[in-house]
């Protein structure tokens, strides 16, 4: 199993961390960040990257972290950071997450001895921490508030790396003598936005020790426990917790659906089942005494009288009722989407030209790309101003004058000021073909004024989409209070589409309030928020959230025509 590109980020991530804490040079330090970043961004896994040459061409890889890959490509480890390990206790590295800089965090360790999370939160908590100048009330607060965020999300993944991880995993599974097939199963599969176990099935009449003892030869595999004679638990290279489940093809159906879960869908499953004289439990399904076989998951449910339930719905819901009434609607599927939503270019913090955006969104399978740099109030992400826009939009004109098969629409993602109003004048909002408004700032402010600072911008004809619009970064930033019912009612109401943003950092909004957004005649729009070639596979991600939200072609903006998209925006600005 070779090093991917999350693990290989990792380590860089882990080296700089390490050489702040040093007082190394603060270039060498921030080359080891920019360079997480650009791998992390890469098309292709550092190995191919390297092997063809696209790693050292990448922008912020220069020659000391491209031997830094180089190593761990070849041998899995870093030297370098294995160096560093020796001087720095590995629990200050920890710190950083609190929010404390380097000079603070050598301060509370050298005066309170404090080495890691814990040290920290028990020192916050019996008052030695604020007998230290420069750490009062306040701060000791914010800081458990921080703590408390970390010790919510500890062993938890965003869905995308734990998604490479169990393909990591997979593949190397189905090279193992005997397997037959080795499939992805549990939250991965249920496109979970955060994931806590990556769950692998192992299809094979070969006894289940034997696969057992090949996963052991695994580089960087390590045996948790053995559960029982057919699942074990491992900690993956990437430490992330795994569970292997081997079944006979016979069985496959009831081990598939009781791998990938959830424990509320698979109890309301039990309960069905029992209602109509069988049971299912113990990874099988049985009618008496009879074992009753399920090569596949189609016939598991068949048996039990139901129509198939996609693995995205089976959260316990309402999902199993439905299916016993008939077929559930065909969700949203990756082909569905027509127009590509939500990008930045070289014009403001992306990476890549308007016209290599738009290439590679053609070569994605895309009709039409709806280009937003940041607007001017975002100076921190190179936000654009008129002058620079008009560029741009002659630009734009240009390529789609010159090019086939795609085409450029003139977006913005206009930040959404304090006071609710759109960044730039309504001239300028005007000549847009359509507008995203997103807030960027000033997070903290009460449930009624974010409210109505949402549902000022929602009043406006200009726009057209409300983007990332609850500001949650997973595993890091809580959502800001809003009251989405209200937002929900006003969107409707204005003809406006909320977002799903699909960086897999947001997936926001989150799927449990989908059902409610179109109960209300809402409408949804699936946007990238692509920076880098990578992004544009991010689109896959905000469908999965879609699906799991239960909803349909018919209920996303962009899988319309860009002729169709386009009267949707012009609509507000008419009406």
Known sequence: MSMDRTAVARVLEQIAGYLEFQEANPFKVRAMRTAAKAI??????????LADGTLKATR??????LSIVRELVATGRSQMLEDLRRDVPAGLLELLGSGLGV?????IHQKLGVESLADLEAAARDGRLAGLSGFGPRTVETLLKRIGMKRRVVGLRLSHHAAEEAELLRAALARVPG???????????????????VVQVVVSDAPAEAIFQALAHFPGMEEVSGEDERRVTLLTPGEMAARVVVTPPRNLGAVLVQATGSESHLARLADHATARGMAFNAAALWKGSEFVPTPDEASLYRALGLADIPPELREGNDEVARAARGPLPDLLADRDLRGFLHCHSSYSDGTLT???????????????????DHSRSAAYAGGLSVEELRLQWAEIDG???????????????SDILADGRLDYDDEVLAAFDFVIGSIHSRFAMTEADMT???????????????????????????PYPLDLEQVFRSAARNGVALEINADPHRLDLDWRVLARARELGVMIAIGSDA????GIAYMGHGVGMARKGGLTRADILNTRTADEFLAFARARRIG
């Open 399 to 413: 390529l789609n004058a010159r090019l086939s098969g795609i085409r450029v629409l003139k977006g913005i993602e």
């Open 354 to 372: 308007i016209e290599a955006l738009a290439l590679a969104c053609r070569e994605a399978g895309y009709d039409y790309i709806g280009l937003t």
């Open 40 to 49: 992390r961004g890469l098309a292709t896994e550092p190995e191919a990257a």
């Open 103 to 107: 000079s603070r965090i050598k301060l």
């Open 452 to 478: 109505a600072r949402v549902l000022r911008a929602l009043d406006s004809p200009y726009l057209t989409i409300l983007g990332h619009p609850t500001g949650r970064l997973l595993l890091s930033r809580d």
């Open 179 to 197: 397997v037959q097939e080795a499939i992805v199963a549990g939250e991965v599969r249920r496109r979970c936005e955060v994931v806590r176990e």
């Open 60 to 65: 912020g890889v220069g020659p000391a972290t």
């Open 531 to 534: 920076h880098s070639r990578a």
